[in-house]
């Protein structure tokens, strides 16, 4: 397991400026006017870059989907109970769930992850990463200790690893686990010091009384640790932002939070392009950036979730997703989306008749 100072300490390259340049270069050479494709023209270009490839690799991709209970769950913030991630992961498992029928579609492998489910069956088709049985209730107590946390982290990393020696080219992200809005929530307000009722949602369907009572928790929680600066039993030495980031997803994330942190880690050491999906991954984004500044060079955001601080995560990230559908579904559904988009854009990019073709001269840029 990677300790916490292999973490913070983990050096990254950008992603390649001459790869980019002779992507955007092929664009200009396409018979169309210039940035006719608009963002999506510049998402190929950003695909190759990490990569290295000026003919990126997009055919092999996988969706990751981090599993695990969350023991805030317990103060009633959600109407379903935890019994039913334990219920979704089965499905993830046996190829029925919401992402699997999209993922069919979209020619995407889905890899589930038991990170930490409570419960103590292995669960067939569900990969087993487990942490521990759930996190505590951060009301409470934090909700991880800095070993679980590490190790989570580190689950997110070495997964990527493992589908970079597969030959996979592209990753999505995704999660499962009653409870997680409201860890996103929490640490989402914290890194991003504003009011956590601007960022808490309704979740799978709060009412009204629901909603308040879940702002409630969060608030009260926030303000039982005001000194995140003490580092709890983190070590301690000058990068005082990092640990104080580490702090708050120990003390108020998850598991899932977590190991997505890893993965979005993972990403920019093995140069393979992550896709966010909604609030929970975007926090998790967000984690990543502050942990190891330029991951972000690494992610591709996809859709602007129903969750409000989905878009505020991305904003931060200064990334701008590619689909506005008013989503809340879950499972990394939105992320599995954008794989069409870029299907049609790339195969544009490569079959697309060229000014020469035309023999017509070629738009100039000014």
Known sequence: MRMQKDIINIKINKPSAAIYNSVKSSWDHISKPLDGLGDFEELICRIAAIQEKETPVISKRAAVIY???NGIVEEGISQS??????SVAKALGSGISSACTLAGHAGVDIIPVDVGIDCEEKIPGVRDMKVSKGTRNFLKEPAMTLEETLRAIDCG???VKELSEKGYGIISTGEMGIGNTTTSAAVLACLLQIDSDTVTGRGAGLDDDGLSRKRQVIKTA????PDRNNFGELERDDDTGKHSVLEILRT???LDIAALTGTFIGGAIYHIPIVIDGL???TAALIAERLIPGVKDYMIASHAGRESGCLLALQELGL??????NMALGEGTGALMLFPLIDMVFDFYKKAAKFSDYEIDEYKRF
Do not use: F, H, V
Request: aromatic fraction near 8%; charged fraction near 20%; glycine fraction near 10%.
């Open 67 to 69: 599993c695990a209970d």
């Open 81 to 86: 109970s935890k019994d039913i991630t334990l």
């Open 157 to 159: 990393i070495n997964l």
């Open 222 to 225: 926030i303000n039982k640790y």
């Open 252 to 254: 108020l994330g998850g």
């Open 280 to 282: 929970i991954s975007a």
């Open 320 to 325: 701008r997703p590619y689909i506005e559908g």
